[in-house]
């Protein structure tokens, strides 16, 4: 039996009743407005949170849903997200063969990660993503959104953006890769000062301005590194949504900011 990494999350973050969990995950899928959708090409990456799928869920959901179309072209994803629970250098690997989620098995792409091994700030390490949720969260709507595909799951501790390019470059390929950033915005925020903050930081990224700091991003490290590669390779931002955990399932007092970003091809 392959080794596998199961889920941590279930029925904290999401449920981890598969019939709830993807009803739940298509309702948010299906509330995106299809007008709002249209593009030429598959999105080659995406920005969107992290937060329980009751808080954040809605707002990821306009991200995933430019996936549909795209179905089956898109084979990998590589989903990169911040280390919360434990240190990392740069950025670990896991060395399982698949994760688990409530919705079935995903393989990882074990050459993809071989050749990860050549990088000097890539270690194998499963110790940081036993219990790490910036990653979790998002394979039940991968999975939703397009069944079968390869994972290349990767967690960021203290990597300056030309490493995390580096890595991106590596495993860029063509349209059957897709590349997933996970990352909240501003934390526990009053609501009008979140929303100030976080439209401030959404101009940046839109701007392609990667120096970023956690306290806008807590996945600034690895927007910092994505906006990088984005740049190089001339694909264009385009906002799809902007909320705070106050307009979904928080008081105003705390909040936490989340944004869905897609980054596509520019015309040529």
Not at 112 to 129: G, K, W
């Amino acid at each position: 039996m392959p080794a596998v990494r199961p889920a941590a999350v279930a029925g904290i973050f999401y449920p981890d009743d598969a019939l709830q969990l993807r009803r739940e995950v298509g309702d948010c899928l299906d509330a995106v407005a299809t007008t709002a959708l249209g593009a030429a090409s598959p999105p080659k990456l995406l920005i969107v949170p992290h937060a329980g799928h009751v808080y954040s869920g809605a707002v990821a959901a306009h991200a995933y849903a430019l996936l549909a179309p795209w179905r089956a072209r898109t084979s990998r994803v590589v989903l990169l997200g911040p280390a919360h629970r434990f240190a990392v250098r740069a950025l670990a690997a896991p060395s399982v063969q698949a994760f688990d989620t409530p919705l079935g098995r995903i393989a990882l792409d074990e050459a993809a990660l071989v050749a990860l091994d050549t990088l000097p700030q890539v270690v194998r390490d499963d110790r940081p993503h036993a219990f790490e949720h910036s990653l979790e969260v998002q394979l039940p709507f991968l999975q939703s959104v397009l069944g079968s595909f390869a994972l290349v799951p990767l967690l960021v501790g203290d990597a300056s953006p030309s490493e995390v390019a580096q890595v991106l470059e590596l495993l860029w390929g063509g349209d059957e890769t897709l590349v997933v950033v996970s990352s909240d915005l501003s934390h526990y925020l009053p609501y009008a000062q979140a929303q100030a903050r976080d439209r401030a930081t959404v101009q940046r990224i839109l701007a392609f301005d990667g120096a970023l700091v956690p306290e806008e991003a807590c996945g600034a490290l690895v927007i910092n590194g994505a906006l990088h590669a984005a740049r190089r390779h001339r694909l264009q931002p385009r906002l799809l949504d902007l909320r705070n955990s106050g307009d979904t399932a928080g008081d105003h007092r705390r909040v936490v900011g989340y944004a869905a970003i897609a980054f596509e091809a520019g015309a040529s």
